[in-house]
């Protein structure tokens, strides 16, 4: 029994050993923590006090002088009474564990320069300290006098010129201000030159379940969705009296005929288990955008700011985005006109088409059957062939080598596996024609060889289903239309005609193939990367290769009649 008095004695006095209070005072102070220990005149600057305890035996209250050189002027906060250069403040330590912080901001307009200091001084029942800061004050430079003094210029003539009116200049106005606001930006802060400014794409996302669920990508995850930014604003500061400042910035869409806030613009909310909804919680019901900034104390500085919208309630339209930075008691607004446009591209249209020609595969399936018989056993062996030659000279050369060839040139590189996908495939294609002129052996040729890859690679995509549709439609009908298979002999000027028909297919496939990637994706190309491909992958890969094909088709010909 003894013992364990003993022991418990021996913690308990252990425990008040090492409880105590940590002070932290930091003046001037930045959120980043980088800034120099400077102070420059007329400038305002907050100071940081953060008192941490642990382990006292009660909850203990303190009070917490700050006493700056004569010229500095403190402003009342939270916690802080300001009177002239000193400020008070009380504060209740918890005996657990707790942080207790708060910001003073202190305007300094003294004119004595070089090193200063500032005296802190905390006193509770069993807790006091003293503590100097030293930091430097300095006097601004001509140019960034020349600045104060021409803002204060230009605001005092519109004020003027607003209420006609004589009245003194509050020099804490124009301690900050906004300079430019820019949007949309990206993510580094540059604008896209393709794009038109003051003009915010939105995603589209009335189709999203239906895209994910075509690329296997199951169900719609929202949250990911809602906590994406839509853009980027690049928000240029002017300082020119280098304060140092937490600040909120807020961004707001307003309509131009009312002057009402109008939804759209959400803050991107909390993700948890029980809630994963980006567009819900309690940061979003204000219909803004809302971020913490903080100046440094540089005469300029730039933010790159996200932007969330509510893709369920936003309209397209002309708005007024209202920009507002705003704390300790002063307001910047600046207007900018903006533009809200969904992306309707042709997108939607290709899978429509690409619809249409599944449908229609799936009408005339019944043909294959009678295609076969008529080219019989020696030609559906020969298309078997030919498939697995494709198979093995197009798919998979492309396959295993075509992540190598695009790590060399980019998005370039589609026009060197286009020689096998386009002059291959299409020699091929023609020679088989050649051969046997019957209506489905090109499309027994693409089945075969999608169920080869199929089984290979296991590329059995609904996406891949529909670019075969279109690839077998097309080719079906531009065949059918230049009557290739009811003409009784092929001759080269016929043929070059069938080539250019054949390549202008092709062209067309590849259309509808970038638009689906696009759509499907949400990929980007560029107009004029869309007409190269159409160009050369289409038209004149597959027009040569139809023009090798007919030459090769004849030679084989002959082989197969002796």
Request: net charge positive.
């Amino acid at each position: 029994m003894k013992i364990m008095t003993l022991l418990l004695l021996l913690i308990s006095y252990v425990q008040i050993c090492f409880a105590g209070v940590k002070l932290e005072a930091v003046y001037p102070y930045s959120l980043d923590k980088k800034g120099e220990q400077v102070v420059y005149e007329g400038s305002t600057m907050p100071f940081y006090l953060n008192l941490t305890s642990f382990d006292l035996p009660e909850d203990e209250p303190v009070s917490v002088k700050v006493t700056f050189p004569e010229g500095f002027a403190c402003m009342s906060g939270t916690n802080f009474q300001a009177t002239g250069n000193v400020a008070a403040a009380k504060f209740l330590l918890n005996k657990n564990f707790a942080h207790s912080f708060d910001l003073l901001y202190v305007e300094a307009n003294g004119k004595t320069f070089g090193s200063r200091e500032a005296l802190v001084e905390i006193t509770g029942p069993t807790y006091s300290e003293k503590r100097t800061i030293n930091f430097t004050y300095v006097e601004p430079d001509e140019k960034q006098k020349a600045l104060v003094q021409k803002e204060k210029i230009q605001q005092q003539a519109s004020a003027s010129s607003k209420k006609k009116a004589k009245r003194k200049i509050d020099n804490k106005r124009f301690n900050w201000y906004i300079q430019s606001v820019t949007i949309p930006v990206d993510n580094q802060g540059l604008k896209n030159d393709k794009e038109e400014a003051g003009v915010l794409y939105v995603r589209d996302t009335s189709l999203e379940s239906f895209r994910n669920r075509m690329t296997g990508g199951g169900a719609t995850n929202w949250s990911a969705v809602f906590n994406h930014p839509a853009c980027h604003l690049l928000l240029d500061m002017r300082n020119p009296q280098r304060d140092i400042r937490v600040l909120k910035f807020k961004a707001e869409l307003i309509n131009k005929q009312t002057g009402e806030n109008v939804p759209g613009l959400i803050t991107a909310g909390k993700t948890n288990s029980e809630s994963e909804n980006g567009w819900a919680g309690e940061m979003s019901k204000d219909n803004e955008s809302t971020a913490l900034i903080s100046l440094d104390g540089k005469k300029s500085q730039t933010f790159i700011l996200p932007i969330y919208v509510d893709y369920f309630t936003i309209l397209e339209g002309d708005y007024t985005l209202r920009v507002t930075v705003e704390g300790n008691g002063q307001k910047k607004i600046q207007e900018n006109p903006l533009t809200i446009s969904k992306r309707h591209s042709l997108g939607l249209l290709a899978v429509a088409f690409s619809f249409l020609c599944l449908l229609i595969v799936f009408v005339c399936a019944y043909k294959i059957k009678d295609t076969i018989y008529q080219i019989g056993a020696k030609g559906a062996i020969t298309v078997a062939l030919f498939a697995t030659i494709a198979f093995g000279g197009i798919t998979l050369p492309t396959t295993i080598i075509g992540d190598f060839i695009h790590a060399l040139l980019g998005p370039f590189s589609g026009l060197v596996t286009g020689l096998l996908s386009g002059i291959f495939q299409y020699l091929l294609i023609v020679s088989l024609l050649v051969l046997y002129r019957k209506p489905g052996v090109v499309s027994l040729l693409f089945f075969v060889k999608f169920m080869l890859n199929g089984v290979m690679f296991g590329h059995f995509t609904p996406l891949g289903m529909l670019s075969l549709s279109v690839s077998v439609v097309a080719l079906e009908v531009v065949l059918y239309s230049v009557g290739f298979f009811k003409k009784k002999t092929l001759s080269k000027n016929y043929m070059l005609l069938v080539a250019l028909a054949l390549g202008l297919c092709d062209a067309l496939t590849t259309f509808v193939n970038l638009e689906q990637m696009m759509f499907f994706y949400r990929l980007f190309y560029a107009d004029w990367y869309i007409s190269l491909y159409m160009l050369v992958n289409g038209l004149l890969y597959s027009s040569i290769g139809a023009l090798l094909g007919f030459k090769t088709g004849n030679k084989l010909k002959q082989v197969m009649g002796e």
